[in-house]
């Protein structure tokens, strides 16, 4: 039986790749991936406890999560394909300014 | 070593490996394949924490539906601007550090075995009829709800693609 550190270290790790993705890159699809793979680390980890204290809880609350994050990347892409109608690449050097 | 821990730490291994390769390709469509492989190695994960259900609904929501719609809009996005120029030196070394700095965290915090209280006697099913079950009866004003809010993102991204806000 694998220890439930292990499991939490990896999700820790996941999250801090995904943590440095959203600060390193400034193409803002790879920002919402790196945001996705933080839910990600957050679904294991949840899922991990779940299962340690034998309660059923966590996993609803990880298809919860599931669903809402697909929701939200949905919103977020057509927000991008919104922006790329005014400027041509959507960097995040390129969206900072209020102005259109 | 047992099959347990030997898939354990491959699906680990694989996972961080292609995490890291996520956020650092250069092109968009190579972080959104490694994405895949990583979202299926977290359906790895779960199947080792006995999740089955949840296993199969993160293959199907977020392996085939989530990436598949970042693939679309890389696709619609012109292909050349996907492409990001070289990476400024103080964001690699600024997100190295915090990279660094949490896994340290993780790790020191990991050391002694988390605390946790009495489990009951009787087994966890991860199975469908165990998840679906409270989803329907206790936890169904949460259900509702998920459904209308995608239900909105849905009118949100309708709205959001219109050309010409004037226009029906």
Not at chain 2, 2 to 30: C, K, Y
Not at chain 2, 89 to 108: C, E, H
Not at chain 2, 134 to 161: C, D, K, R, Y
Request: aromatic share 8%; charged share 10%.
């Amino acid at each position: 039986m694998i220890p439930l550190n292990h499991y939490l270290l990896v999700s820790g790790l996941l999250l801090a790749l995904g943590m440095a993705g959203v600060v390193l890159r400034r193409n803002t699809l790879v920002i919402l991936m790196s945001i996705e793979m933080m839910l990600n680390a957050a679904n294991l980890a949840v899922v991990a406890f779940s299962r340690f204290n034998h309660h059923i809880d966590g996993q609803i609350l990880v298809f919860f999560i599931l669903a809402i994050a697909a929701a939200e990347v949905a919103v977020g892409l057509a927000m991008i394909v919104a922006l790329s109608r005014l400027r041509r690449w959507v960097g995040t050097n390129e969206v900072a300014t209020l102005k259109t | 070593m047992d099959l347990q821990r030997a898939l354990f730490w491959i699906f680990s291994l694989v996972m961080l490996a292609s995490g890291l390769l996520v956020i650092t390709r250069r092109r968009a469509v190579d972080s959104a394949i490694f994405l895949i492989q990583l979202f299926l190695c977290t359906a790895g994960l779960f199947l080792l924490l006995e999740a089955f259900f949840l296993a199969v609904v993160q293959v199907l929501v977020y392996a085939g539906a989530v990436v598949v719609l970042f693939l679309f809009v890389i696709m619609l996005l012109e292909p050349d601007p996907t492409t990001e120029s070289r990476f400024p030196r103080i964001a690699v070394f600024g997100s190295a550090a915090l990279a660094a700095a949490l896994g340290l965290a993780f790790l020191l915090l990991l050391r002694k075995p988390v605390i946790l209280p009495d489990a009951p006697v009787e087994a966890l099913q991860g199975d469908l009829q165990a998840v679906l079950k409270p989803l329907f009866t206790h936890n169904l004003l949460p259900f509702e709800l998920t459904a209308l809010i995608i239900l909105s993102a849905m009118i949100g991204v309708v709205l959001l693609s219109k050309q010409d806000l004037n226009k029906p």
